[in-house]
């Protein structure tokens, strides 16, 4: 039996996942990126990003991250490198909304406790909680450092037979056809495409579709804690401050160094341009957290970058498509809350890939991609 052929473009955390899954299935997989593989250039790639379940108020979503949680567990034995640590994840928010995210994180089978006013603030006296704000903490999740984990995921690839690697070739076109077109001349052929491009997906996507998508800059910044690291021993992973801006920190993990940013630093911008952060983006996170941090120092700020991703502007998630009657797969927007779905994701995306009947994530846009008839045909700088 002639084994599968697939071209996955892009070389970020769902394509190297993807072609992990299409290769446990004997499938011959080509990974191209315009960059190195693993792409510095991938929104998924980073010092370490969050891994928990609770999606306030939805099920659905608190469902499927708890599932993503297990399967990331799954991708570190498989890889045999630890690249996820369980710091605990810690979300704020005001005391009365607690007791309901505990019910919704008891039915989703994960195990979480409430932390009233007086306790996060015993507990966590580097931080500055407003009044009437009360925690959720998930003692099992915690953070995936995430340039170790894809490190990893390109090595387990680079070594498995009837997979080649291809960095530093730009696409420039997907066909109709299944033919993967690159800018140094040469041509790609599967018998399916995987476009898992990231913010670059737009271009390689029917203009009906791209049209659907915003493109985002968010900021982050590096901060060196003051006076040690040890002032922030058992700090957990803090995806929400309680704060109207969406503030969010990761403590120091395995070495990594605390990042800090908010949602308020996201905006639409019109295309991917440079990393270099606007003096006025960082100046904004350094005002937020003065207030939120006990003891701030502007200048322990060692470092900010930008980073760029794709999502449906209705909804703001990541689309599923499905082109030329499958032959073309397009991960068409990574959005911002991407990362900790990605095994879910990854797996779909293969199963559809090989022919097999699709893993059912939980999330509604993947389980029912769009459909569209032509593939793109625009240029792409990935």
Avoid at 74 to 93: K, P, Q, S
Avoid at 239 to 257: D, E, F, I, K
Avoid at 273 to 296: K, Q
């Amino acid at each position: 039996m002639i084994p599968v052929r697939i071209v996955v473009v892009g070389g970020g955390v769902i394509g190297l996942l993807t072609a992990m899954e299409c290769a446990r299935t004997g499938a011959q997989v080509d990974v191209v990126d315009r960059a190195d593989i693993p792409s510095p250039w991938a929104t998924s790639y980073d010092r370490h990003r969050v891994v928990r379940a609770l999606h306030r108020g939805d099920m659905g979503l608190t469902a499927a991250a708890a599932r993503g949680h297990d399967a990331w567990l799954e991708i570190e034995r498989r890889l045999g490198t630890r690249f996820y640590h369980r710091v605990g994840a810690l979300t704020a928010m005001a005391a009365d909304d607690a007791p309901t995210n505990l019910t919704l994180l008891a039915w989703a089978g994960v195990a979480a406790r409430a932390l009233p006013a007086e306790d996060l603030a015993a507990r966590y006296p580097r931080i500055r909680f407003a009044a009437g704000l009360a925690g959720v903490l998930e003692p099992a999740a915690g953070a995936v450092l995430a340039d170790r984990m894809l490190a990893a995921l390109a090595g387990w690839l680079r070594d498995r037979p009837g997979v080649r690697l291809h960095p530093r070739r730009r696409v420039v076109r997907v066909d109709d056809a299944g033919a993967v077109r690159l800018a140094d001349g040469g041509v790609l052929g599967g018998d399916v495409v995987v476009v898992a491009a990231g913010p670059w997906s737009r271009d390689l996507v029917p203009a009906v579709l791209g049209k659907d998508l915003t493109l985002y800059r968010q900021t982050m910044l590096t901060y060196a804690p003051a006076p040690s690291p040890q002032a922030w021993a058992g700090m957990p992973a803090v995806p929400s401050l309680g704060t109207t801006s969406g503030a969010w920190l990761m403590p120091p993990v395995a070495g990594t160094p605390v990042r800090l940013s908010a949602a308020s630093a996201c905006r639409p911008v019109p295309e991917l341009t440079d990393r270099v952060t606007p003096a006025r983006w960082r100046d904004h996170l350094i005002d937020e957290f003065s207030a939120l941090l006990v003891d701030f120092e502007p200048a322990a700020v060692v470092g900010a970058t930008d980073s760029y991703y794709l999502a449906d502007t209705a909804s703001g998630r990541p689309v599923l498509a499905t082109l030329c009657d499958g032959t073309v797969l397009a991960y068409a927007a990574c959005g911002g809350m991407s990362f900790k779905f990605a095994p879910l994701v990854a797996r779909a995306l293969a199963d559809h890939a090989v022919g097999r009947p699709p893993l059912r994530t939980g999330l509604g846009s993947i389980d029912r991609p769009r459909e569209f008839a032509a593939a793109g045909s625009r240029g792409s700088s990935r």
